[in-house]
Each structure stands twice: as C-alpha cells, then as structure tokens.
C-alpha cells in the first residue's frame, strides 16, 4: 500500500439489466481494483466497490459514467430506490495514509471533467460540499431525478458543474468525499421489533446518543435487529456501540444474540476493537505478522 | 501467502561478538524473510524470527549451523541462560494454511542433515520428538553444554541424528515443531509483585487454570506483572485470558492498568478477539478490507 489509495463506492441506477451491469463491472476492472459489486432487481440499482490511486479512479469512473450516458435512459427507469442520475452517487473515501481532502480533490477533479465534457450537471456533496445544503446526500437526492428540473430552476440547486438544467436521459450526479462507513448489525435475542427501535433510538447521534453513530431497528428473519452505521469508527468504534447496545438492552432485560458486519471494513476498526478489549492502547499493524508477509 | 510458509524462532549461543550476530543475520536475509532478531549481552543469547518455504528454511537455516560450527565455540561461553548447542533451538511453526506434519517433516530432514553432514547430534523435541521425555524443551536442555558429554551416555539419550557423543565446540541441537506461542504481559494497578503470582498461578494450566496458559508474576518497572505465554490460542485466546485476570484482580480488590503483546501475533488471534468481544462468531481475513489490497 504505497500508493495513496482511494475507495469509492458507486451507485448507478441499473439493476434489471445483467448485460449492462457486466459491462460497468469489466470498465471498473480495466482501470481499477473492482472489490465487489452488487445488482439489486427491485431497486434497480446496482453498487460497485473499488480502489485505486487518484488517477486511476479519475480515468475508470469518467469511462464508467461515459458508458452510462450511453446506456441508461432515466426517463424509462423504475425502482424503489430514490435517484437523480444514471449513475447516481460518487463518494471517494480515504484508506490507508490518504487524506480527506485528497478524496476533495479527486471529487472535484472529476465533477469538472463530466460537466464540461459529458454535458451533465454534478454536485459536489458532503466532505466535497460548496454549500451547507449539499453536506447531507439526501437533500442534494430530493424530488429525484423526475423533481430535478424544478429543482434547478432555484438559484440554491445550480450545479457545481456543468450545464444548468438537467441532462435529458442522465440526469444528474452526485459526487463527494467520506469518511469509511462501517455497515454493523446486532441481532436482540427478542422477536419484539419495538425493543430494536428503543434502542436505536437511544444509541443514535441524532437523538443525543453516540457521535457518527446512525441506528434503526428492524425485524428481521424474525428476530430483533438495531441495524447501525458508524459513519467514523475513530470516533465511535464497533466495542463501543456493542457495549452501548448490550447495556441498554440489559435495561430493559433482554440480551444479544450476536453481530453482524455488512460489507467489509478496515483493519485499523478491528485493531481498535481488540485494544480497548484488552486495554492494549498501542496496538498496530506492524504487531501483526501477516503485515510482515505481503 | 500461495506458499506454505513457516515460521522458524532460532535461539543461537551468542549475544556478545555483534560482528557475529550480524554475519547470522545475513545468512538468514538470503535465504528467507528475516521479521526481526535480537541479541542479549548478559545471556549471551540472540534470536532471529525469520519466514519462508520448507526448502528455503531448509537450505538457510543449515547455511547458519555451518556459520556457527565454525564460529561460536561453547567451551569459551558464558551467559545466563541454559543452553545445550551453539546453535541452540530451532523450533517450526505453521503459518496460515501450512500444517503440522509439514514443520515435523522440516524437522527431521534439517536434523538429519545437520547429524550427517556436520557431525552434530539432533534432539527432536515437543509435536516432532520420538520420545515422551523430549516433548518438554527443558528436559532436553537440562545439563546444559557442560552435562551433556554425560548426559549422552544414557541410552535415553542418545540423540535421533548425527553421533553419539557432543561435537567438542559445538554441542548439540534441539529442533522441534510446535504451535505459535504468543507472548501477553498484562500489568496490574498495583506494586504488590505477590498480587501477580497468586493470579498467574489460578491462571495457568500447571496449577489447574486455562489450558495452554502459562503463567508467572513479576514486578517490572515498579508495577506486577502478569506474563503470560499462550502455547495454543486457538484453545485459550487472548480476551479470555484478560477477562480470567480481571476477574481474578477484582477479588484481590485489584485493577488491570493495560496490557502488551509482546512481538509478533498472527492476524487470526487478533480477529478472535473480536469475534468474542462483538459476538460476532463468523469474523474472518476476508471481511478486512486490507485482504484484498495485497
């Protein structure tokens, strides 16, 4: 890992078409590492997972939104999914030594390249913002892509990039820069879904609960689950939220059943979990001696 | 890691002459990844940690032996610790997919070599010993360089390779197989070195404790310490260790300060931390992220 190394974790609004869906996934491979990805039929979406340095993100992302120019027409799309692209959401997300604003430049570096050459309107969100209302993705998504021509129509929702109305079949796109998320569930050894959301509620930053900590319960295969996002596991980490659960759980006198990642996570969040476990605070890599082997 | 790789630990009789550790030092670098090595004045002792392939180690670790028949003369040693050979201990350990059978193998045919070719007796000791008593290093060792002439006088001791009698300057060779030992001290808020011995012994497996657990109490920097080798942590990890201390402490009114690895630990152990502290029975290499950048 001497490069400056980049995740990015793109969205794109085609699920129902494995043909297209295979040929995004080959343009990713060319030019980048493609660590997964996913096609969802109902959302009609589809999510690829890929790392590379700066320059090699900028070349396979720019080739993957041409071919979606191309290839997906949103004025024929369905799904559950909300959206306002063809290929909808470009986050770029530090690993490793890279910093944030090493993802702020790669955002805006891109976001230029597709609005002048692709004709397609960009808003840079989150970490790459240019204004408060585009920090939280949901209000830049809002009224979707059949909502974006009004939307644009107010001086607020002029694009970062590119043309000021919106791209006929294309739409928009949003593109920004994030801290890793971390996709964690724990399962309640209860059926009562109502516990889940108890507490969800308690343990979540928006309702006074752990910093960067996102929380809901859901019922699931049955059983009680408070379904989390750790949107800065430095902040808040995976033994930290457990232990939050697990004693607001004792509180109302029901236990945990186990865990669950979604997805993958960095090893830095598992060295953390495995420190304050064992009040070992100087924990590193370089303890571990697979790191000496690759 | 497509290769089968072992690990190998090489105890040598020489801690004083640094121009000797260094020339050891290169020997191994040619021939294997050499992770770290160390020397010791007063024991008069060093020790390299090195890598590789079954042949490599083979083939490096027999080019160090020669260095040594040639080099380090025990008649003229002194040191702290008990010792039988100029080169002392050779163990090998399984790493990732390598098995057992493949370090026992490794074993022999090193020992073999070093009998015929150098003209040292070879002890096998613990999982590639062919007798019970040389199962339990000390037992090998017991005598030391200077007892062994009568030592091997003994049926039972007649070595498994190479002749009869010690090599006049050399000694003789202990080179075995076993599990990776991980090394865990944890300290205590307290100065009482007694505090740390009562706890190390309910803890170890020699006085009825945590199978392949063991166990000492020491004072360290004005702290008790409890340092502790976990022989197998597949068996007995390293939370549960903790948590056996902590508990032990809080009945002696005691608190843990922290804790610390020393060297090296495989990933695995660090990930059955975690596992166990989350409750997330089903963690592997494959959900970290870092697997798949190497």
Redo the contacts between chains.
Sequence with gaps: ?AEK?I?SVINISEGQRPEVVASLAEIFRAGA?L?DYSADYCHNRSVFTL?GDADALLETVFAAVSYAVANIDLRRHQGEHPRIGAVDVIPFIP?GGTRMTDCIDLARRLGERIGRELAIPVYLYQEAATRQERCNLSEVRRGQFEGLAAKMARPAWQPDFGPAEPHPSFGAVAIGARFFLVAYNINLAVNDVDQAKRIAKKIREADGGLAKVKALGFLVDGRAQVSINLTDYRQTG??EV?RAVEQEAARLGIE??????I?????RA??D??A????????TKE????H???
């Excluded at 945990?256 to 990642?261: D, Q, R």
């Excluded at 997805?263 to 090893?267: E, R, S």
């Excluded at 304050?276 to 924990?283: F, H, M, S």
């Excluded at 303890?287 to 697979?290: A, F, H, K, P, S």
């Design positions: 890992m190394l995740e590492r660590l790392v690993l995976l033994l457990y945990i059943a186990n865990s669950e990642l997805g993958l996570l960095p090893q598992i060295l979990v495995a304050a476990a064992l009040a070992l605070p100087g924990l303890q571990i001696l697979e000496w082997l690759d």
